[in-house]
């Protein structure tokens, strides 16, 4: 995860390859009951944001996003068409688009589906200005937090990957050159630099070759 | 024929050979053949030299007379021979009877078990030892027919009647007895007696053993007085008890069982036991036929039967298997009752249960639906507050917006509890209409035209907020407002699609005048532009027929007045044939 500065907006680069401000900016409501949606548009406005929509039902959101695909979703539970969860799901799936669920549902089953379609937050209607604001922003810091453990994560991996390459290489050159493991390492790494080539390039060329 | 000759047709031509007697085999030999054979040779020297021989040595004087001596000489010899044969035979028949008589008389002796001959006339000649021993008398009472005296009174009359009709029709017999011992105890026998048939093929009488059956005998009666007390025990069981064999036939019922089924048990033993339980439970039974065994002797389970009367009640059996020496079940043993009354209890309970459960649920599910509609309604609210806060000059002016459409929304429940299902469009039209004559907005006209709708809940709430806001409009800005103004409300099915079409027309004559005289009225504004005071109405209506309604509405600002047109896209349930209702108000 990158963080750049584009014109004196700070904007972070995923991991995934996807392009998100440090703050949400663009965000999609979905909601089938008019006065409800036009009441969280015109909160969001008022705090700033760009909504997306409204969407009046889940094939709608889904739509939305795709065309152009909003940093946040705000999302009614119970929709025409697929429902908030499995919009939120639908989202997060295929765009990395994190979700919060802004419901009149308040029993443990209906949470419990949300939590596990994996949203960010929870809301219950009618939730004021302030509690909008403040799940906003904690679900984008936790979005990020996660987007930044997944990146760690899949670097900690590719990492170990690369040392498990350097490691079958190094063992190859112990084994039929009869050089010692410290030898070994420093002839790899005397390859790489004599041939401008990457460490794990040299070692892949043992590996398929068995030679050196 | 003597009875060691009975015997020894009875044992076998083996007995003979066994005589290692006092007469010598060779005596026996020189008697029987070899006397004969002297007396024959010594008849044909005689007779020879009586024929031929002394004539010849002595002259032929008299030949004849002599020949004739010497051929009587030569017959008489055979004749001798034979008569000699015939004797010996008859005092060694008589030897050999003795000595028969002696060894049968040692050898039964030995016999532990009770042996006795009879002879051709019935007449008991022999007894072993067994026998006087046991009854401590002396042979000679015991003959002829004297063993009867031993025989018990009660059991005499019929043996006697067994043992003369087995003589009569010479056949092997068999006879139950009690035997008095010599302590006066009678004891129980079994005699199996043979008849027995000389070398000649003559009936010889029969010879007889007589065991002692006692143990046995005790040894069955106790088995049978047990088998009695647990078939006692047994009927007298308020339980169901029945045995069957592995493959499913009945072997014993006892009287519950009999009377629970409705059936005697000759219907029941020897049959399957399938046709007694109802198809759909006799995987049951065959579960537990599989399951029974050393690992798993006993085994509770629950099932339905069919009784005589062919009505259908619950039994719980408690079954046994049992297992012969090596192991391998060779029958079950159940044991029943009859459980119907507490399964139809258990059952009730069980649906009780299971409607207050769904009572419980369904209390759960309106409680849930209430949060849900009341936090709904007031996010709605907060959306109309957010909505007229705008549009509205003043307080009161955005407390009357508010206020019609909360009272739009009490139509619509008002309606919808008397109908618990919809509110019909006609009667919702005619409550927002003469709410607002009530409210004495001056004199004017509403009409209103269309086929029966039920509109359901949502699609009502939004319409009737519709038509309030329509209404509200009229009054302050459009129809309603002047004097002569109509407003006529009309909806119809569709041309194409689901749902409903309604169309709100507004007509002011003074304008349609007018109107008359500029063509186009687009000229002087009023044609395709909205009132300047109508943003947030406007924006309601074309919001809830998007939203709510999944239809749309449009606007047209004729010279006659305000044209709205407005689509429902939920399917609605349309009559086939659509009555007109109609009404109107004086507003």
Redesign the interface.
């Known amino acids: 995860m990158k963080v750049i500065d584009d014109h004196g907006t700070k904007k972070i680069i995923l991991d995934t390859g996807r392009t998100v401000p440090d703050r949400p900016q663009r965000i999609l409501v979905a909601?089938?009951?008019?006065?409800?949606?036009?009441?969280i548009t015109?909160r969001l406005t008022e705090l700033g944001y760009v909504v997306v929509g409204p969407a009046?039902d889940g094939e709608a959101a889904i739509r939305l996003a795709h065309n152009g695909v909003p940093d946040l979703a705000v999302l009614d539970i119970?929709m025409?068409g697929p429902d908030g969860v499995a919009v939120a799901k639908d989202l997060y799936t295929t765009l990395g688009v994190p979700s919060i669920i802004l419901?009149?549902?308040?029993?443990g089953p209906t949470i419990a589906a949300a939590r596990e379609a994996g949203v960010f937050a929870y809301l219950?209607?009618?939730a004021s200005q302030d509690q909008i604001r403040a799940a906003i922003e904690i679900a984008w810091d936790r979005y990020l937090d996660l987007m930044r453990a997944r990146g760690e994560r899949d670097e900690l991996h590719r990492r170990l990957e690369e040392r498990k390459f350097v490691e079958s290489a190094k063992w190859i050159l112990v084994d039929k050159k009869k050089m010692s493991e410290p030898d070994a390492m420093r002839a790899l790494q005397k390859r790489a630099r004599d041939t401008r080539s990457k460490l794990l390039d040299v070692c892949r060329d043992v590996i398929e070759t068995g030679d050196f | 024929m003597g009875r060691g000759a009975r015997m020894a047709a009875a044992l076998g031509s083996s007995s003979n050979t066994s005589t290692g007697a006092r007469p010598t085999a060779g005596s026996w030999f020189m008697c029987l053949y070899v006397g004969p054979a002297v007396l024959t040779l010594a008849s044909l020297i005689l007779g020879l030299a009586m024929v031929g021989v002394l004539p010849w040595l002595l002259g032929s004087e008299d030949p004849g007379s002599r020949r004739a001596a010497g051929f009587a000489v030569l017959a008489l010899g055979p004749v001798l021979s034979m008569l000699w044969v015939w004797t010996q035979r008859r005092r060694w028949s008589r030897i050999f009877d003795r000595l028969f008589q002696e060894r049968f008389a040692a050898h039964a002796d030995l016999l532990p078990a009770m042996l006795w001959t009879v002879r051709p006339d019935s007449m008991c000649d022999f007894l072993n030892s067994a026998w006087l021993e046991y009854c401590g008398r002396d042979m000679n009472s015991q003959l002829g027919h004297g063993w009867l005296d031993i025989v018990h009174p009660d059991d005499r009359l019929a043996s006697r009647g067994t043992f003369l009709g087995a003589f009569e029709l010479r056949r092997p017999f068999r006879l139950y007895y009690r035997l008095r011992r010599s302590d006066g105890v009678y004891r129980r026998f079994v005699a199996s007696a043979t008849p027995t048939y000389g070398s000649d093929g003559s009936f010889s009488g029969y010879l007889g053993v007589s065991i002692d059956i006692e143990e046995q005998a005790s040894a069955v009666d106790m088995f049978r007085a047990s088998e009695e007390r647990y078939r006692g025990i047994v009927e007298d069981q308020t339980e169901l008890i029945c045995r069957w064999t592995p493959d499913g036939v009945i072997t014993f019922v006892n009287e519950a069982y009999c009377r629970a089924f409705g059936r005697d048990s000759a219907q029941l033993i020897g049959r399957e036991f399938a046709p007694l339980i109802p198809e759909e439970d006799r995987q049951i039974m065959i579960d537990v036929a599989a399951r029974l065994g050393p690992k798993e002797p006993l085994i509770v389970s629950e099932h339905r039967v069919i009784v005589a009367d062919g009505s259908v009640r619950w039994h719980r059996w408690t079954d046994r298997a049992l297992f012969d020496g090596q192991g391998n079940v060779v029958e079950y043993q159940g044991v029943g009752v009859d459980i119907t009354e507490s399964k139809l209890a258990e059952l009730s309970v069980k649906q009780a249960n299971e409607r207050l459960a769904s009572l419980l649920k369904r209390e759960a599910d309106l409680r849930r639906e209430l949060n849900h509609r009341v936090r709904n309604n007031l996010a709605s609210l907060l959306g109309l507050v957010e909505l007229y806060s705008k549009s509205s000059a003043t307080v009161p002016e955005l407390a009357e917006a508010i206020r019609g459409k909360v009272a739009a929304m009490r139509e619509v429940h008002e309606l919808i509890s008397a109908t618990s299902g919809g509110a019909d469009l006609a009667s919702l039209v005619s409550r927002l209409a003469g709410s607002f004559a009530k409210m004495g907005q001056g004199p004017s006209r509403v009409t209103w035209e269309g086929p029966t709708v039920l509109l359901p809940p949502e699609v009502a709430t939004a319409t009737a907020m519709i038509v309030q806001e329509l209404l509200m409009n009229s009054l302050k800005h459009g129809a309603l407002a002047d004097a002569s103004g109509q407003v006529a409300l009309e909806w119809a099915p569709p041309a194409e699609g689901p749902g409903l079409s309604l169309v709100w027309r507004e007509r002011i004559p003074s304008r349609m005048a007018f109107a008359d005289l500029v063509p186009d009225p687009s000229r002087v504004g009023m044609s395709d532009t909205p009132p300047q005071h109508g943003g947030a109405g406007l924006s309601l209506v074309r919001g809830l027929a998007s939203f709510e309604l999944r239809g749309d509405a449009s606007f047209s600002f004729e010279p006659a007045g305000l044209v709205c047109r407005i689509r429902i896209g939920v399917p609605l349930d349309l009559p086939q044939a659509p009555s007109k209702p109609t009404g109107q108000t004086r507003a």
Request: proline share 10%.
């Open positions: 909601e089938d009951e008019h006065l409800v949606a036009a009441e015109a009046v119970r025409p419901s009149a549902y308040s029993d219950i209607k009618p």
